[in-house]
Structures are given as structure tokens and as C-alpha cells.
């Protein structure tokens, strides 16, 4: 019983201190290493019987002081420190062991210690072309990640039974089925679950479909809108230029997205969106479609992210990353306004100081065409409106509510020329309305402009702000890189790699005229998918 | 239980160390050393693809994939795969973020990047345990046979025919003369250390789909 105890606990620790992670990033840093590309690099290269380190895992240990807050860190840290040194004492270092294909924790590991790492000899005991790409492995690969499927047996004996070129066409056909499958574009589906990070839902602000305590905006309007663009050879530049919305259609197996000019409000819409669904002629997204800009300008991106805020910094930063693959917090795509920018700060902010306005230049400037886009504010100065009980799903609207306000006929009349404010609209007074409204805080406002900069060029609104956003380099490769990292599994690595994904977004700004479907029938046939 | 406990202990390693074996003691004694493989030499690898492709990028059959991977591989289910308290699937309840699922709506776990938590490789073997026992007892115990039909492990030709099976189930492909080889070493000292031929069945199984091919693609 105690030795049971003990190898409980050894086996514990070692999934501490021991992790398969290691391997990976080490051959992530040397991609190189005959080791590597044999696979030879393993648990026994830093342990003896893990977590109990040789000799180079001593090494690995010392060379860091990050382990317990970041264990990839330490690893990436340490390794580069210790790439000079010596572990095993042999008089050949670390960098030079790596390189050769010897053991940097053995002394008298001075051969390579894979015997030949010659493709043919390799290929001899796999069932898999090593030496490039394969079919039959591919064919698996797509089963999986495009039908959510195996490939038993039969269905790869059939397939190996083909001749190469009828290989090709099977694969690109069956691909093409699973394209259209549920597994891929369905709710919930691949393509949706990729939006995850570009919507980021909370089901607590929902209305519709598995709503949540206090509905504030629909978001399956967000997902339809990407999956679409995403699918069916569609222009995936409408994810930010598109001036309409998207409804879904399940039934019988199928899902089928179909665009429409305006989204009806749902039979199970609550809360927010039910108040204004009703006050708006029965729908849910309130931006006219001259001011729309596909997924910059739903209810959902206006109440969750905008919310209150008069500048929607937030907005603009994560439309950057979200589409652009820039992240402003990490100092990425801090690119100079273009002509004789000065920044001012409006909301009163202190972003003038140095510590701020290196950032806020580029932020700020991104940030002006968002600001026509109301938020959560919900004002008609001059009435008190109650807006408790809207969330109360057994609750009693209040009199005082927007529906009896103001006549249905009226509506639109007084939303363009009133001082009225409710989440989700376009109002080109919105800041001077603001200003107003804060004016203890935020006296200069009503200066903000809605001409802007992204990418370090000027747009007049917002619809610009999206098609120039659109027509970049950054857009399309953050398209790309998003399937790359889902399908291949990690970002290009190697000279190859690199080469493979520049030329995947090339094409989709090219000769794939923007269609992720097209993309993703030669992202198939690169060796980065299709090479064991 | 005790050969239960060994078992995972020896499939953690397996798991963690990324390649799956059979082992060959030979004439020695316990089943516990047959199974412990860091005292071994001259291993029989189960798959002949033996090295892991790290020049290729080898991804984790998430969530979803495996539940698929397992319900088509051993014909059972969802909810026949694994119950955790007797409730709760444990792919798409209990254990889905540790399989690499995410949470978007109620915990904004909005994706769940391509590295495994400390317990995954115990909840898959959690998982694929309770799923070969559950095929195992359905083939043999209420004779559907879909993998195993009855038969002992002193039996050869018949165990040969087994692992034709479980290779055409589990990874796809035909076994080759080693790998069936091994097989049937392993009947043969799991025989003599006083193993049935269910234990055979459900160790056989939960190797194969433990192992780095199945797991990983």
C-alpha cells in the first residue's frame, strides 16, 4: 500500500513537473533539430525516469526562474540561456548537440541518435508517406475537422484503392460536402464556434434563444452574419462592409443562412430588445443600412461593447484585433495617422501624456467613426423613463416606458430630429447629445469628429472605416491564420509553413476573390495539412 | 480495483511520454511488472508509425472528435460512453473543458487554445476505460459482438482475429505481423499471470485507444 502511495504521488509530480508540452516547444524553438523532425526529442531527453532530471535537465531546471507562474515561459526562457553551455560535460554545446542530432544530457552521445533520418527509411516503417504529402492521411485529417467524422476502415480502403489523381478529386469533393454539413456551418458548428472570440457572448445580456437575466442584445445575429461570409464562396470582406443582416434556418438535418435588409424582431426576444423591438416597427438591429458595417454595427456590439462609454475606445480596439489580428494592448498596429492628426482629449481622459498618446494616436483616431453608434445610453432628455421592469419577465411595463411615449407613426421622425438617445441607433448628435447629458465630466465632446483613421488612413464614418479595413493585407491574413491555427494546429513554424500561409492569403485577396471556401480547398493540399 | 489502480498508473506514463506500447517480459513474474514498462527492453511498439511526427503537427482529437472517435470505434452511444455519478456525460458535462471544449456563453471560455490541462490524460483514460468495459460487457456479457465474440486467451488464432478486429475498428487500418505478435505475447503472460480473457479484451482495447494514433491526428 505505501508503494502504491508513493508511485501515486511520484506520478502526480510528474505531471507537474514533467510535461509533453516541453517537447513541443522545444522543437517549436529548434524546428531544425534532426530530433525533431524524427520525433527522437522525448521525455528521456531531460529525465532520466521524469520528473528525476539527467543531465541537461538540470540544466533546463536552473535556467529559469518562471516555473511556477510560466511554465512555457521558463522552458522558451531557459532554453535560449543555456544554449552555449555544456551540460554533459562531452566539449560539444547544447546549440551544437541540438543541431547534430545528439543528446545534450548524455556525455558520451556524440553520433546522432537517430540512426538515419532519411524520408525512405522512415517511410518504410509508417503507414504514411513521411516524405510529403499524403492522401490517404489527409483524407483522415479532412473526415475529422470538416465532417466532425471518422474514416473507418472501409471508407479508407475504397479510398486508397484510387489512383492519385482520383484521390485528389475525392478529397476535394468530399471536403466540399462537409463544407455544407452541419458539423461545419451549423449553429454551434465550426465556423460558429470561431466567432466565439470575434462576439464574445454572454448569455446573461441575451435575448432570443437561451436568453439570460437581463437581455440587452441578440448576438445570434452576429454569428449568422459571420458564418455567412464565411461560407458558401461568399465575400468574407462582408464581415465588415455588409449593409444587411442575416437569418439562419434549421430544419431537417440542414442550415441555411439567408441575408435580409432588415431583422425582424423575434418571438422570444425579451428585455431591451423587446422594449425597443416594439418602439422600432418590430425589429432588432436599428441601424439604417446606409450606416451599416457588418459586424461593427449590430445591437449586440453597441450594448456590450460601447455600452456607456462616449468614445467606444473599446469598440475600435477590439474590431482591430478581432479582425485585423492587431492588438493595440500589445502595441501592435500603432500606425501614424496619415496628414496633420492632433489629438485631443475630448472625454477628458488624460491620454495627452507621453505614457498615453503613443497608444491613444493610433486608438483614438480608430475610435472617432464609432462614436455616431449609441451605446446603452437610453435618454429622452426632459422625460424620466423607467426601465426596470422591462427586464421582469412576469413584471408590469411601466406607463413611462418608450412604447407609450411617443406614437408609432412618429418614431422615425423623432429619432432623427429629437434629443432622444436608445441603445443600437445611429445618431449624428450623438456626442453633442452627450456632452450634454455629461456635461460635468466630458465638456468637450461635442468637438469629436466621425471622421477617423485606420490603418493609418483616413475614413469619413464608419462604413469606411470597415471597407478599409476589409481591403488590407491585415484583414485577409487574419482570416487565414484563423483556419491555419484551427486546422493545421499551431501558427507557421517553418520557412516552409510561412511560404504556404503567404501564399494562402495572397490568394484569397486574389484569385479566390475573397471566398474562405476556396481558401480552404488549397489549404488542404498544402504539406503543412496533408504532410505526416 | 489494485489492477485497475496499476493500469492507470502505467497508462499515465504511456500517455504522457506520447507512445503507446505492448510490452514483452517474457517469463517474469507479476502481472504489474508485464504491465510497469519503464523496466523494459526490447518494447514491441503497437503502432509501426512509432515516432511521434513532431515535424508534422499532430492535433488532439478535442471534446466532440472523441466522442465521435469513440462511439463510431466501439459502436456505442453517447450517453453508453462514460457517466460520471451516474448523470453526467462525462465528454459534454463533467469534463468538457479539460477535453478541450470550451464554455462561450455562461463562463466566456471562448476558445480553448491547443494545450492540455494537468488532468486531461487521467480523464481520458477515465473515459476510454469506461467505454472498452462497456463494449467488452456488451459483447461478451449480452453477446452482441460487435468487436470480441467468446474465446480465451490461450487461443491464438482466435485472439490473431480479435486484434484484427480492434485495429480495424479503432485505428482504421489492418494490424501488422508484429503488432499481432505482440498481441498475442500479451494473452499469453496475461494467461499465466492468472489474466482472463475479458481482462485481455478491455486491456487490449483501452492500449489501442489510448494510444497516440488514435488520440492524436
Known amino acids: 500500500m505505501k508503494n502504491l502511495l508513493v508511485i501515486w504521488i511520484l506520478t502526480w509530480f510528474s505531471l507537474l513537473e514533467a510535461r509533453p508540452s516541453t517537447i513541443v516547444t522545444f522543437c517549436e524553438m529548434y524546428p531544425e533539430s534532426p530530433q525533431c523532425v524524427s520525433g527522437e526529442f522525448s521525455c528521456v531527453s531531460c529525465h532520466t525516469n521524469p520528473p528525476v532530471n539527467n543531465e541537461f535537465g538540470k540544466c533546463v531546471s536552473a535556467g529559469s526562474d518562471l516555473w511556477e507562474t510560466d511554465f512555457e515561459g521558463a522552458v522558451r526562457e531557459s532554453l535560449l540561456k543555456i544554449e552555449n553551455l555544456d551540460c554533459d560535460n562531452d566539449g560539444i554545446s547544447n546549440i551544437e548537440e541540438y543541431l547534430a542530432g545528439t543528446d545534450p544530457g548524455v556525455a558520451n552521445s556524440t553520433e546522432p541518435t537517430t540512426e538515419n533520418i532519411d524520408c525512405e527509411d522512415r517511410d518504410k516503417l509508417s503507414n504514411w508517406n513521411v516524405c510529403g504529402y499524403d492522401p490517404v492521411y489527409t483524407y483522415k485529417r479532412v473526415s475529422l475537422d470538416f465532417c466532425g467524422k471518422k474514416a473507418n476502415y472501409q471508407d479508407l480502403k475504397v479510398f486508397k484503392s484510387l489512383s492519385l489523381s482520383e484521390q485528389k478529386k475525392s478529397l476535394s469533393d468530399f471536403q466540399e460536402s462537409c463544407l455544407n454539413s452541419g458539423f461545419w456551418k451549423g449553429r454551434d458548428g465550426v465556423v460558429w464556434q470561431m466567432a466565439h472570440t470575434k462576439v464574445q457572448p454572454l448569455r446573461t445580456l441575451k435575448s432570443g434563444h437561451n436568453s439570460g437575466e437581463v437581455p440587452l442584445g441578440d448576438y445570434d445575429d452576429d454569428y449568422q452574419l459571420f458564418v455567412y461570409y464565411n461560407v458558401n464562396d461568399r465575400d468574407v470582406r462582408g464581415l465588415l462592409t455588409a449593409d444587411h443582416y442575416v437569418s439562419m434556418i434549421e430544419g431537417g438535418g440542414a442550415t441555411t443562412y439567408e441575408a435580409v435588409d432588415e431583422m425582424p424582431m423575434r418571438d422570444d426576444a425579451s428585455g431591451l430588445v423587446l422594449e425597443l423591438g416594439n418602439f422600432m416597427g418590430k425589429r432588432q438591429q436599428f441601424v439604417p443600412k446606409e450606416r451599416r458595417a457588418g459586424m461593427l454595427t449590430t445591437l449586440w456590439n453597441a450594448t456590450f461593447r460601447t455600452m456607456f462609454t462616449s468614445i467606444p475606445r473599446t469598440n475600435a480596439a477590439h474590431a482591430m484585433r478581432a479582425y485585423l489580428g492587431l492588438d493595440i494592448a500589445k502595441s501592435e498596429g500603432l500606425i501614424e495617422p496619415e496628414g496633420d492628426f492632433e489629438l485631443v482629449d475630448h472625454d477628458n481622459k488624460g491620454i495627452l501624456s507621453d505614457d498615453c498618446s503613443f497608444c491613444h494616436r493610433t486608438l483614438d483616431a480608430a475610435s472617432y467613426p464609432f462614436t455616431k453608434y449609441n451605446g446603452l445610453s437610453f435618454d429622452v432628455p426632459g422625460k424620466d423613463i423607467d426601465v426596470g421592469n422591462i427586464f421582469d419577465p412576469n413584471g408590469q411595463r411601466p406607463d413611462n416606458t418608450l412604447v407609450n411615449l411617443i406614437p408609432e407613426n412618429l418614431v422615425e421622425w423623432y429619432l432623427t430630429n429629437s434629443k432622444m438617445l436608445v441603445p443600437g441607433i445611429y445618431k449624428p448628435r450623438r456626442v453633442e447629445l452627450l456632452s450634454e447629458i455629461n456635461k460635468e465630466t466630458e465638456p468637450e465632446l461635442s468637438g469629436v469628429p466621425e471622421a477617423g483613421y485606420v490603418l493609418g488612413k483616413p475614413v469619413a464614418n464608419l462604413v469606411e472605416w470597415g471597407q478599409v479595413a476589409a481591403n488590407s493585407d491585415y484583414f485577409v491574413k487574419n482570416i487565414v491564420l484563423d483556419y491555419w491555427i484551427h486546422l493545421v494546429g499551431s501558427k507557421p513554424a517553418s520557412e516552409s509553413e510561412k511560404n504556404e500561409y503567404e501564399s494562402l492569403w495572397k490568394g484569397l485577396m486574389g484569385e479566390d476573390n475573397y471566398s474562405v471556401s476556396k481558401m480552404l480547398k488549397k489549404l488542404v493540399e498544402t504539406e503543412a495539412y496533408g504532410a505526416p | ?217
Not at chain 2, 56 to 80: A, D, H, P, V
Request: glycine share 6%.
Open chain 2, 1 to 217: 480495483m489494485h489492477l485497475k489502480s496499476i493500469i492507470l498508473l502505467v497508462a499515465v506514463f504511456i500517455l504522457s511520454c506520447g507512445k503507446g506500447k505492448f510490452t514483452n517480459q517474457g517469463d517474469s513474474g507479476s502481472i504489474e511488472e508485464t504491465l510497469n514498462p519503464s523496466e523494459n527492453e526490447g518494447e514491441i511498439t503497437t503502432t509501426e508509425s512509432a515516432s511521434l511526427a513532431l515535424g508534422s503537427k499532430l492535433k488532439f482529437k478535442k471534446q466532440k472528435l472523441l466522442e465521435q472517435e469513440i462511439m463510431t470505434s466501439l459502436s456505442l452511444s453517447q450517453n453508453q460512453i462514460c457517466q460520471e455519478l451516474e448523470s453526467l456525460n462525462c465528454i459534454n458535462e463533467a469534463h468538457h473543458l479539460t477535453l478541450g471544449g470550451v464554455d462561450a456563453y455562461d463562463k466566456n471560455i471562448w476558445e480553448n487554445k491547443n494545450s492540455f490541462l494537468e488532468t486531461t490524460p487521467i480523464v481520458v483514460e477515465r473515459i476510454v476505460w469506461s467505454a472498452c468495459e462497456k463494449r467488452v460487457a456488451l459483447d461478451l456479457e449480452s453477446g452482441e459482438s460487435k468487436i470480441f465474440s467468446k474465446g480465451s486467451v490461450s487461443d491464438s488464432s482466435h485472439v490473431g482475429l480479435m486484434v484484427s478486429n480492434l485495429y480495424q475498428n479503432i485505428l482504421a487500418r489492418d494490424a501488422s505481423e508484429n503488432e499481432i505478435a505482440a498481441a498475442k505475447e500479451f494473452a499469453s503472460n496475461l494467461e499465466k499471470n492468472g489474466g482472463t480473457y475479458d481482462d485481455w479484451a478491455r486491456l487490449s482495447c483501452f492500449s489501442l485507444m489510448t494510444s497516440v494514433e488514435f488520440l492524436f491526428y
